[in-house]
């Protein structure tokens, strides 16, 4: 079977590393996971980047698992918002595309949780339909052996992002099958009132964060975060965070540019 590098970072308790892809296209997927031996996971996102759940995301996973044992986990955020939001269909295309995990954003309820741990798990224990003869392909694997490992392997992932999210907190946090909860320390602020971070959170922000990180070890779970740098990064990984997003693939082109520009014109 293929590795799972973010799920055996959990395993040995040490931070996993990600980055975060906006930008359509299975090349520019493929070359943010070749980057560095350092990284664990590869979102690829559905909600605010460019790419679409069909075709485009599948595409994507299967460039980053072409990789080979080495590769990063491929995770997909899928698009849906809100308490209301239908998310079954679009964590089905997520999963049948070969993704090991999701991220279901704004996450607010228990009942909300159950419902995604539902959809990204086969029965017993879930309602997900089996029958996509990709995913086991993408994994490395027959049909059967995809169907008697992927409950087990598939990341559950909801961010917490609202204040109704922060809320219940404890609530979500205890429902069996989530695997961690996601901080979205963006939409976090402005839904308490606050400017966005400019890098960093406003210190009442800051108080809301560090309590959901207890709340999640608290309940045995892994608590992820958004960063934009890797100073960031290497701050919320010494406080304890699980799985830290250290860049953003346009961020991190357009950034490489300006700074060469910026030297070639004598700034």
């Given amino acids: 079977m293929t590795a799972h590098a973010l799920l055996n970072a959990f395993k040995a308790d040490k931070p996993a590393f990600g980055v975060w892809c906006m930008l359509p296209g299975a090349f520019s997927a493929r070359l943010a996971a070749q980057s560095s031996p350092h990284l664990s996971w590869v979102v690829i996102d559905c909600e605010h980047g460019m790419t679409p759940l069909q075709p485009g995301a599948a ?67 879930g309602r997900r339909g089996f029958g996509s003869p990709i995913c086991p392909i993408i994994w490395g694997v027959d049909a059967m052996q995809y169907f008697n490992s992927a409950n087990d392997s598939i990341l559950v992932i909801v961010q917490i992002e609202t204040p109704e999210g922060v809320a219940n907190a404890e609530a979500i946090a205890a429902v069996s099958g989530i695997d961690v909860l996601f901080i979205g320390p963006y939409d976090l602020s402005l839904s308490l009132g606050y400017h966005p971070p400019s890098p960093d959170p406003h210190d ?11 709340v999640a070890h608290s309940a045995g779970k892994k608590c992820g975060i958004f960063c934009t740098s890797g100073e960031q990064a290497a701050q919320r990984a010494a406080q304890g965070f699980d799985m830290i997003n250290v860049s953003v693939d346009y961020q991190a082109m357009t950034n490489d540019l300006s700074n060469k520009l910026a030297i070639a014109a004598g700034q």
Wanted: one cysteine or more; aromatic letters at 4%.
């Fill in 59 to 125: 595409e994507s996973i299967q460039a980053i698992a072409g990789i080979g044992p080495s590769a990063p986990s491929p995770l997909v955020r899928i698009p849906a918002t809100g308490a209301t939001t239908g998310t079954g269909w679009q964590i089905k295309y997520a999963l049948d595309a070969g993704a090991r995990g999701v991220i279901v954003p704004m996450v607010g309820t228990a009942e909300k949780a159950k419902e995604v741990v539902a959809d990204c798990r086969f029965p017993p224990v």
């Fill in 204 to 214: 009442e922000v800051e108080q809301v964060i560090k309590k959901l990180l207890k």
